[in-house]
């Protein structure tokens, strides 16, 4: 399978914030996960780390990012590398929403209060 044709909704709202799964094991890949995220301004971050680096390209909008002692922002066409094991947080810094595209190695895993589960836009 060569193209993956994208759903016409997102597969998951956590409330404020939508993934929409592009490219995942369930949708044919092997290698890596890649899904779009939406998030409403105004919408807090939920921290948490990773088992694998996790990327994200802003599409649009101004992100808000912690990554362990870095703060900082990240604007459309910037890429926010998050390295495993580090704790993270990307928040939504505009009044219009924030899009972006993320890729995350198949069998990566997010960590919450010490608990590994895969998340279910990335499965």
Excluded: K
């Excluded at 939508?18 to 921290?47: C, H, K, M």
């Amino acid at each position: 399978m060569t193209v993956l044709t994208c759903p016409d909704t997102p597969g998951h709202d956590l409330g404020g914030t939508r993934f929409t799964s592009l490219a995942t094991p369930r949708r044919g890949t092997t290698e890596n996960s890649v899904w779009r995220v939406e998030i409403d301004p105004g919408t807090q971050a939920t921290p948490h780390s990773l088992t694998r680096e996790e990327i994200f390209v802003v599409q649009e909008g101004r992100a808000r990012v912690r990554i362990g002692d870095y703060d900082g922002e990240a604007g459309p066409g910037d890429a926010i590398v998050v390295p495993r094991g580090t704790e993270f947080e990307i928040s939504n810094n505009s009044d219009r929403i924030l899009r972006l595209l993320c890729c995350l190695p198949v069998g990566g895993q997010a960590v919450m209060g010490g608990n590994a589960f895969t998340p279910p836009w990335a499965e």
